[in-house]
């Protein structure tokens, strides 16, 4: 069983930074393909960001420019530096792990576990 914990969520006006912080539970964690989804109200949950065990890194389109996801496998931690953010950015953002290598890394059905999400709010 692998357990996510996302923290690091916040309101901040418009242009401001955070930093997103999702630790895992387990010692396989290395290998895992993390991901960085997110849900507004009312809305799908949308794909944000992922980088691969190896190290590979894919994008939204949205977000390219702005948000880096990186990780560090000696803590069991995947970040996600968000940067000149916008009202649009406001949502519920959660980490999640893939770890059977299913192939598509920007779609929720390809990961297993999920955290409980923390909430980004970003004022105009």
């Known amino acids: 069983q692998v357990q996510l914990v996302e923290s690091g969520g916040g309101l901040v006006q418009a242009g401001a930074s955070l930093r997103l912080t999702c630790v895992g539970s387990?010692?396989?964690?290395?290998?895992?393909?993390m991901g960085w989804f997110r849900q507004a109200p009312g809305k799908e949950r949308d794909f944000v960001a992922y980088?691969?065990?190896?190290?590979?890194?894919d994008y939204a389109d949205s977000v390219q420019g702005r948000f880096t996801i990186s990780r560090d496998n000696a803590k069991n931690t995947v970040y996600l530096q968000m940067n000149s953010l916008k009202p649009e950015d406001t949502a519920v953002y959660y980490c999640?792990?893939?770890?059977?290598?299913?192939?598509?890394?920007?779609?929720?059905?390809?990961?297993?576990?999920w955290g409980q999400g923390t909430q980004v709010t970003v004022s105009s």
């Open positions: 999640a792990a893939e770890t059977d290598y299913r192939g598509n890394l920007r779609s929720t059905h390809s990961y297993d576990y």
């Open positions: 387990g010692r396989t964690f290395s290998r895992f393909h």
């Open positions: 980088i691969r065990w190896s190290g590979g890194i």
